[in-house]
């Protein structure tokens, strides 16, 4: 077979593809625009409002976060409040957000009495961008060689939610809300309902501990399950 036969072949199958294709990227469009749009429009709308009427009650937020070696670090946040969204041609963004003041006489004061120990808790409020240390001593080179430390500093919390025709779905990605660091949840646009937002919210404010368990679709995990097969 020569090569203009290989590259016939290769088109042939490739047009043979195309129906499929077509018919596939005419689901999604069909999705984004009667489901994933009206739900991600609602969702802007829900978190917008969230932040405004958090603000008009003055609301303030208590989180707590575990360092382990240190303790429990716990930081308020309190207004601005903010949320922005990002529509697209065929996804849109929103991120809600705010900043948590550590408070400082809420969370433990740890002696360190060695270098090595004052290294020790020093490194792990860094490694959450924290200070605190206080009442130090230094030997003649200068090294702190004892002190103290409570924790202090502000702590960014977020949401940022993404949804899109190409995935079918909405995906959160939560921010020092829990606990520091990150998860990531994904929904199908059905499972955003009335109870959905309202647990979405009461999670946010730190009245529930958690938020619900991740879902796809099942045309989603489908096409999952047909792109691990191929």
Known sequence: MGLLDELEQEAARLRGQTPENDAQRTVREQVWREQLQPKAEQLGQFLMQLASRME????????????PGYGNVTA?????????????AAQCEVEFSMVAQVAPA????????????????????????????????????????????QARGRI???????????????KLSFANVEDFGGMSRSFAPDA??????????RYLMRESPSFGRETVAADVRQQLRTRVLH
């Open 106 to 149: 809420e969370c433990p004061e740890v002696v360190a009495e060695t270098p090595g120990k004052v290294r020790l808790i020093q490194g792990l409020l860094q490694q959450h961008h924290l200070s605190g240390l206080f009442g130090e001593t230094k030997n003649a080179n200068g090294e702190v060689v004892s002190g103290r430390f």
């Open 56 to 67: 008009e009650a003055k609301r303030r937020i208590r989180f707590v976060y575990k360092v």
């Open 156 to 170: 960014p919390v977020s949401l940022r939610t993404l949804a899109s025709a190409e995935s079918g779905q909405f």
């Open 192 to 201: 955003l309902n009335e109870e959905w937002f309202d647990n979405l919210g």
């Open 76 to 88: 308020y946040a309190e207004a601005p409040f903010q949320c922005k969204t990002t529509p697209g």
